[in-house]
Nanobody
């Protein structure tokens, strides 16, 4: 079993920054990818950013140039640095972790609210 604990959400004004963290623990071996998804009210959950075991990253177009995903392998932790936040970034953000033969597992979600 894998447990994911997220932190770092909150309320911020437009143009501000937040940093999300997601720490994985439990039966972890061979993490293949770590990512962040988000779900706004009335909308489907969407992939925001993903990082592979090799360090390759991919972002949804709407956050490119503003968000940066990174990871600390020693801590089994993935981060999402969010800059120049916009009201449309308001959503519940979920961490997602998977190995080559297990997962994916989801975090409990952390609320990000950007006021205009």
């Amino acid at each position: 079993q894998v447990q994911l604990v997220e932190s770092g959400g909150g309320l911020v004004q437009a143009g501000g920054s937040l940093r999300l963290s997601c720490a994985a623990s439990g039966s972890i071996f061979g993490i293949n990818r770590m990512g962040w998804y988000r779900q706004a009210p009335g909308k489907q959950r969407e992939l925001v950013a993903i990082i592979t075991d090799g360090g390759n990253t991919n972002y949804v177009d709407s956050v490119k140039g503003r968000f940066t995903i990174s990871k600390d392998n020693a801590k089994n932790t993935v981060y999402l640095q969010m800059n120049s936040l916009k009201p449309e970034d308001t959503a519940v953000y979920y961490c997602n972790v998977a190995g080559r033969i297990w997962g994916p597992y989801w975090g409990q979600g952390t609320q990000v609210t950007v006021s205009s």
